[in-house]
């Protein structure tokens, strides 16, 4: 049963990041149904634990409880500055990692649940190529350089952009499980499958490439470039780089959408350094600079979770975003809950790093991607639909150990002694 659940949960969750407009009580109605679905997901397992009587646990889960509690805490110590649903979004995608490792037995039921979130992308992905064809779902317009972003049937093209992104990295993620197994257990695609990924990729490629999000496009070069070196083919990376950079350098058109910082230093006289990057590096020094003048006590557990209080950048500016999502936890849960986040993800980079070869290539640049793309911008934490599946996906790196100890079906061919 909880395994259904899952699985109608990764098909479901791609679909409930389409834009309905609607609202309840402050949260869209899809978040809502997100939300709730999620908490369904956790009864499931909660039920499976008693009448089993089994939870595995490992030290990332411990960090990820530490991380829940320490949120939790914050919030009720500042709720004059919190927001539960800003709460919501930093702790039930860690919380889904939890159960997934619980639910999933094995590889094949992992490459399943990743197969179903590939194919609950096809509908957005769909839809938002259409309404792009059709001069459709447009998000903004640059004034300096008019450029056009296309949202789709998203919320703004960050949405849109960071969703296609990872669709793309979820297909050669898929592609890379099912073709990197031992012989006799390799499992071939078959034609229609064929034609369904390599469908979803060209049209996830367009709208990516018409959101005009560098974040994003930066993220899934940095996937193929950590993925390239990993899999010993540093030629590949040259190629990469060549074919994904080089024209948005050399065309013109390209250089409007992706470098318009550009055309407003040649229009606007006050454009200084600081604008670069859509003003992040003056966001940052902003945040950083108003954090670190806070009372000790706000230092060490933050600002308040969603700081809706009006603290910072906020209320003083009208800016409610730093545009990093590190510096984000930072803010929100002081230097004591960035540091157990810290460790979290470090020992999440360590279990990656104890998968076989082949594997750990994948997994890695997927891992580096989503590091990167959260430093620079607001995606894989501030985005909640995006850090649910990120944390789902990622979910498999403590299968193969689990697998070894049960004795249960594993596709890797080498497991290293040390991870277990």
């Known amino acids: 049963m909880d395994l259904f659940a899952l699985q109608l949960f990764a098909f479901l969750r791609p679909l409930l990041e389409i834009d309905t407009g609607t609202s309840f009580g402050g949260l869209k109605v899809f978040e809502l149904a997100a939300i709730t ?249 902003m945040f950083l600079t108003e954090f670190m003048e806070e009372p000790i006590d706000r230092q060490l557990a933050g600002v308040g979770i969603g700081f809706a209080g009006g603290r910072l950048g906020g209320g003083k500016y009208g800016v409610t975003s730093t545009h990093n999502d590190f510096l984000d936890v930072l803010v929100q849960t002081g230097f004591v809950g960035f540091a157990i986040f810290v460790t979290l993800l470090t020992l999440v980079l360590r279990r990656i790093l104890r998968l076989d070869r082949a594997q750990r290539a994948f997994f890695l640049g997927f891992f580096v991607a989503i590091m990167f793309m959260n430093f620079v911008s607001a995606s894989y934490v501030s985005r909640f639909g995006l850090a649910q599946l990120a944390w789902l996906v990622l979910a498999y790196i403590e299968l193969p150990m689990r697998a070894r100890r049960e004795g249960s079906h594993v596709l890797s061919r080498d497991v290293p002694r040390e991870a277990i």
């Open 37 to 285: 679905f999620s908490g369904m997901l956790m009864l499931a397992l909660l039920v499976r634990v008693a009448l089993s009587g089994k939870l595995r646990l490992s030290t990332i889960d411990l960090a990820i409880g530490a991380f829940v509690l320490w949120c939790i805490a914050v919030f009720l110590v500042y709720f004059e500055d919190a927001n539960i649903k800003e709460l919501g979004k930093l702790v039930i995608p860690l919380l889904s990692y939890v159960v997934v490792k619980n639910v999933v037995t094995n590889e094949r039921e992992y490459e399943n649940i990743i197969w179903l979130v590939i194919v609950g992308l096809t509908v957005p992905t769909a839809a938002s190529a259409v309404m792009i064809m059709s001069g459709h779902g447009v998000a903004t317009v640059h004034y300096w350089s008019g450029a056009i972003r296309y949202q789709g049937v998203y919320l703004g093209g960050h949405n849109l952009a960071h969703s296609m992104t990872l669709l793309l990295m979820l297909i050669v993620l898929y592609w890379g499980l099912r073709t990197t197994t031992e012989e006799e257990d390799k499992r071939s695609f078959g034609t229609g499958r064929k034609i369904l990924i390599g469908g979803l990729a060209v049209l996830a490629l367009y709208c990516l490439y018409h959101t005009w999000v560098r974040t994003a496009f930066l993220g899934f070069l940095v996937f193929l470039i950590v993925l390239a070196i990993g899999r010993g083919k540093k030629l590949l990376v040259i190629a990469i780089v060549a074919a994904l950079l080089a024209p948005a350098l050399l065309v013109e058109s390209l250089r409007q959408g992706f470098m318009y910082e550009v055309a407003q230093s040649e229009q606007d006289k006050y454009f200084t350094a600081s604008k670069l990057g859509g003003g992040r590096p003056m966001m940052w020094n």
